[in-house]
C-alpha cells in the first residue's frame, strides 16, 4: 500500500505527495496528470497583485507590483525544486536540468505584467502552465535530455512604454544600454529611471543576452485572445504566424482659444483635426486589400482639456497590426499622410514619434508540426491559427525556434477584467505543452 504525506502548497491547500513503500505488483500507480484546481489557485494568487475589485490587474511593467509577481513565482519554482534567479532585466529564470551536460536549453514560459485594468489570464497562464509542467516532469520523473528553462519575461506588454517585449528584446540582443533613455512612459519617466527605481542596474542590461548556442528551443503556452477556438470548441490552437505591431505618437499642435468668442472659420482646432483622423484612419483599411490589416487609436489626450477652451493641442497613439511586413508599413505611411492632409486643412501642425516597430513573424514549421503530433498522440482537438496579439515568442523566435500553443478565451475578450479561460482548459494545455516539450526533447539533437 502507499502511505501519503502532505505538503502544503502556495495556495494553502494540501497537497497529496505519495511515499511508495512495497505493493502488490498489479497495483498501478494513479497517472501524474495537470492539476485544474492548482493552476486555478495559483492564477487566483496572481490576480490579487495589483487586483482591483471589479476582477481587474493593473501590474504594470517595472514596478513593484511585477517584481512581487516575479517573487511569488520564483518561490513555486524554488520549493520543487528548480534553481531560480533573475537577470539583469528582471527576467525570472529557472532551472531544471537535463541528462546530457552538453545539451541546449529548451525554454517555456511567458510574461507577468498587465495591461491598465486587464485581466488575469493574459501571459500569466504560460508562467502559470510552466510551473505545472515542472511540477508534472518531476512527479513523472521523466527525464530529459535537455535542461528546462522555465522563464517569465518582464515588460511583455507595451501599455506603460509604448515599446514591447521589453524583456524578451534584451535577452535575444534588440535592447541594449542606448535604448534606456529613448524609451519613456507617458509620465515622462525614462526606462533607465523605472530600472533603477525597482533595484535594477541599467548598465547591466548586456549581460541578459542568451547565448544562441544554449538554446534548443522555446515554447509558449498563451491565450488566444479571439474567439476562434471559443466560437468553435475546440480546446488547442496551434499558431503559425504572429501579426506585426507598428506603435506612433501622433503629436497634433493647433492654437487654444476661447470657446464663445472664436469663430468657426478662424479655429486650429486639434481636437477636432484628431476626430477626423482618426475617423479616416479607420476608412483607411476597410477596403478589401487590407483584409487582415487592424488599426486602433487607443490613447488619447487633449490640452488644455477644458469646457470652454479649443483644444490647442492632441497626442494619440496608433497601433498598426498585420501579418504582412509589407503591408503593415505602407499602411503606416498611408495613415501618416491622411493626418498630415488633414493637419494642414485644419492649421494644424503634425509631429510623429515612432514608438515601436515589430515585423510579423512565421513560426518554424518543423516545431509546429511537432506540437501538432503531441495533440494528436493525446486525441485532443486542435487547429492551426495566425495570432493577433505579439508575444514574446514572437521576439525569441528571431534567435531561437519557438512554438506558440492557444488555449481559448470566453468570447475572446482580453486585456479586460473579463478575460476569462477555464482552469481546465488550460490543464489540457499543459498536458499537450509537455507531450509537444518531450517530443522536442527527442528528436533535437543535444
Given amino acids: 500500500m502507499a502511505k501519503r504525506q502532505f505538503e502544503t502548497d502556495a495556495g494553502g491547500q494540501d497537497v497529496a505527495t505519495s511515499v511508495l513503500e512495497e505493493r502488490p505488483q498489479q497495483e498501478e500507480a494513479t497517472p501524474v496528470e495537470a492539476d485544474a484546481a492548482r493552476i486555478s489557485r495559483m492564477i487566483s494568487q496572481l490576480g490579487r497583485i495589483g487586483g482591483g475589485n471589479d476582477g481587474s490587474v493593473s501590474r504594470l511593467a517595472f514596478t513593484e507590483d511585477e517584481r512581487r509577481a516575479h517573487a511569488l513565482v520564483g518561490d513555486w519554482l524554488g520549493e520543487i525544486g528548480l534553481t531560480v534567479r533573475a537577470d539583469a532585466v528582471g527576467n525570472l529564470i529557472a532551472e ?53 528553462r522555465v522563464i517569465a519575461f518582464a515588460g511583455e ?14 535577452a535575444v540582443g534588440l535592447l541594449g544600454p542606448r535604448d534606456l533613455d529613448r524609451i519613456h512612459d507617458g509620465k515622462g519617466t525614462t526606462l533607465r529611471e523605472a530600472f533603477l527605481g525597482i533595484g535594477l542596474d541599467p548598465a547591466a542590461i548586456p549581460a541578459a543576452r542568451w547565448r544562441q548556442e544554449e538554446w534548443s ?17 475546440i480546446p488547442i490552437g496551434v499558431v503559425d504566424m504572429v501579426s506585426g505591431s507598428t506603435r506612433l505618437l501622433i503629436d497634433l499642435q493647433g492654437r487654444a482659444d476661447h470657446s464663445g468668442a472664436t469663430p468657426m472659420h478662424e479655429r486650429a482646432d486639434a481636437l477636432a483635426a484628431a476626430a477626423e483622423a482618426i475617423v479616416a484612419i479607420e476608412n483607411l ?14 490613447y488619447l489626450e487633449v490640452e488644455p482639456n477644458s469646457i470652454t477652451t479649443i483644444p490647442g493641442r492632441v497626442r494619440f497613439s496608433v497601433d498598426v ?12 505611411l498611408a495613415l501618416l499622410r491622411v493626418t498630415q492632409a488633414v493637419s494642414e486643412k485644419r492649421l494644424v501642425t503634425m509631429r510623429v514619434d515612432p514608438l515601436a516597430d515589430t515585423a ?11 506540437a501538432v503530433e503531441a495533440c494528436r498522440n493525446l486525441e485532443v482537438p486542435y487547429r492551426v491559427l495566425s495570432s493577433g496579439a505579439s508575444h514574446d515568442s514572437q521576439i525569441v523566435n528571431t534567435l531561437v525556434p519557438t512554438a506558440i500553443l492557444f488555449v481559448p478565451s470566453r468570447e475572446g475578450l482580453s486585456h479586460v477584467p473579463q478575460e476569462w479561460t477555464s482552469s481546465a482548459d488550460i490543464a489540457k494545455g499543459v498536458e499537450v505543452l509537455c507531450e509537444t516539450l518531450v517530443r522536442v526533447d527527442q528528436v533535437v539533437d543535444p
Fill in 285 to 298: 483599411v476597410r477596403d478589401p486589400r487590407h483584409h487582415g490589416t487592424r488599426v486602433t487609436v487607443g
Fill in 96 to 148: 531544471l536540468p537535463g541528462s546530457a551536460r552538453s545539451s541546449g536549453w529548451i525554454g517555456v514560459g511567458s510574461h507577468l505584467d498587465s495591461v491598465p485594468n486587464g485581466g488575469r489570464f493574459d501571459g500569466i497562464v504560460g508562467v502559470v502552465g510552466a510551473v505545472e509542467l515542472a511540477r508534472l516532469l518531476i512527479a513523472r520523473k521523466v527525464s530529459l535530455r535537455h535542461g528546462l
Fill in 157 to 170: 506588454e507595451g501599455a506603460r512604454f509604448g515599446e514591447p517585449c521589453i524583456g524578451s528584446k534584451a
Fill in 217 to 233: 528551443a522555446f515554447l509558449e503556452l498563451h491565450i488566444e485572445q479571439g474567439s476562434t477556438l471559443y466560437r468553435e470548441g
Fill in 360 to 370: 510579423p513573424s512565421v513560426l518554424p514549421t518543423w516545431l509546429r508540426g511537432l
Fill in 321 to 332: 497590426r498585420d501579418i504582412d511586413h509589407e503591408r503593415q508599413r505602407e499602411t503606416a
